[in-house]
């Protein structure tokens, strides 16, 4: 298992920002590619965006131009920028941790965009 803690959800108006943390401890970090993935009340869980271990980055075609994902490999920490967001973007979101053999999941954090 790979503990995955997420932070920095909330309640942000339309078209604000928010960002969102996931720390682990006690893996090598680099070895992994770190994707955040949402999942809204009904519908499936889907790719937001993942970044390789070297920094190579996708996003959904719905969040292109307004998400950034990042990481730090010296905090062990990966991080979602979300600018511009809508009240669609409304989900819980979740770290994930994979290799082509193992993923592991973090507990999710809610993120609702609202007035």
């Known amino acids: 298992q790979v503990p995955l803690v997420e932070s920095g959800g909330g309640l942000v108006q339309p078209g604000g920002s928010l960002g969102l943390s996931c720390t682990t401890s006690?893996?090598?970090?680099?070895?992994?590619?770190m994707g955040w993935y949402r999942q809204a009340p009904g519908k499936q869980r889907e790719l937001v965006a993942a970044i390789s271990p070297v920094g190579n980055t996708n996003y959904a075609d719905s969040v292109k131009g307004r998400f950034t994902i990042s990481r730090d490999n010296a905090k062990n920490t990966a991080y979602l920028q979300m600018n511009s967001l809508k009240p669609e973007d409304t989900a819980i979101y979740y770290c994930n941790a994979a290799t082509t053999t193992f993923q592991s999941w973090g507990q999710g954090t809610q993120v609702t965009v609202s007035s």
């Open positions: 006690g893996v090598i970090f680099s070895f992994y590619t």
